[in-house]
C-alpha cells in the first residue's frame, strides 16, 4: 500500500496528538515528589531532639560512676543493663547522670572540655568525665543511642551521617546557649558516652541536658 504525501503527514499528526493527550505536563515541584517517592529521607533533627530526645536522654540517664564502674567490669554485660547499641557495628553507648563539682574547664582546642568530679554513691574515689561542650564534639552518640532512629530510616549512608552532624550541632548550640559552669560550680547532666570495649583513660561524654 503506498500513501500520498498528504496522507502521511495527516498520520503523523493523528499520532502526534494521541501521544500529546496521553502526557501530563507536571511542575518542577511535582516531579521532585515523584522522584522521592519511595525514599526514605529521615525524619527532622530538631523535632527528634526536643521532642524525643531530650526527654529519653533525662528518663534513661543512670549514675555515671555505676555505669562506668560496671562497664569496667563486665562491658558486654554492662552494655545490656546500661547501654544502647543499634548493631555491632555501632559501639555500645551509655547514657549517664553525672552529678558532680567542676574541677576544670578547657577551651584551648575546639573541643572544648567541662572536667566533672563524680563521687560513687558507695564512696571510694570519684570518677572523672569530661563533658564536651564544643563547638566541636567527636562521635556520634547523641544519634546512636537513642533507639527511636534507625539507619533503616535513611535512604543511605549519607543521609544517616548528616542527620547525626546535625543533631551534634544543635546539642552544641544549646550547651554553649545555657551550660557555661565555672571552676567550683556543681552540675547535673544527663549524657552520652560511647565505647568498643572497657573504658580506659579519659571518658568523654556529650551532654544533652541538664538541670
Keep these: 500500500?503506498?500513501?500520498?504525501?498528504?496522507?502521511?503527514?495527516?498520520?503523523?499528526?493523528?499520532?502526534?496528538?494521541?501521544?500529546?493527550?496521553?502526557?501530563?505536563?507536571?511542575?518542577?515541584?511535582?516531579?521532585?515528589?515523584?522522584?522521592?517517592?519511595?525514599?526514605?529521607?529521615?525524619?527532622?533533627?530538631?523535632?527528634?531532639?526536643?521532642e524525643q530526645l531530650i526527654p529519653y536522654a533525662d528518663k534513661n540517664a543512670r549514675p555515671a560512676a555505676q555505669v562506668i564502674g560496671a562497664a569496667g567490669q563486665n562491658f558486654d554485660n554492662a552494655c545490656k543493663e546500661y547501654g544502647f547499641?543499634?548493631?555491632?557495628a555501632f559501639p555500645c553507648n551509655f547514657w549517664i547522670r553525672v552529678q558532680g563539682k567542676v574541677i576544670k574547664v578547657d577551651t584551648s582546642s575546639r573541643v572544648g572540655k567541662v572536667f566533672v568530679d563524680v563521687t560513687p554513691a558507695s564512696g571510694g574515689e570519684p570518677v572523672h568525665v569530661a563533658l564536651e561542650t564544643g563547638p566541636v564534639v567527636i562521635g556520634t552518640g547523641v544519634?546512636?543511642?537513642?533507639?527511636?532512629?534507625?539507619?533503616?530510616?535513611?535512604?543511605?549512608?549519607?543521609?544517616?551521617?548528616?542527620f547525626g552532624q546535625d543533631l551534634n550541632k544543635l546539642v552544641v548550640a544549646r550547651a554553649q546557649?545555657?551550660?557555661?559552669?565555672?571552676?567550683g560550680d556543681t552540675v547535673d547532666v544527663a549524657a552520652v558516652f560511647s565505647s568498643w570495649s572497657e573504658p580506659t583513660g579519659e571518658i568523654r561524654a556529650i551532654p544533652v541536658t541538664w538541670k
Design 85 to 88: 547499641r543499634q548493631s555491632a
Design 143 to 162: 544519634r546512636d543511642g537513642f533507639p527511636g532512629v534507625k539507619y533503616s530510616d535513611f535512604d543511605d549512608q549519607t543521609r544517616f551521617a548528616v
Design 1 to 50: 500500500m503506498v500513501f500520498s504525501p498528504s496522507a502521511a503527514r495527516f498520520a503523523l499528526v493523528v499520532v502526534a496528538l494521541v501521544s500529546v493527550a496521553g502526557c501530563h505536563v507536571v511542575t518542577d515541584t511535582e516531579l521532585a515528589q515523584i522522584r522521592s517517592q519511595g525514599q526514605h529521607q529521615g525524619p527532622d533533627p530538631e523535632k527528634i531532639l526536643n
Design 177 to 183: 546557649k545555657s551550660l557555661k559552669p565555672k571552676v
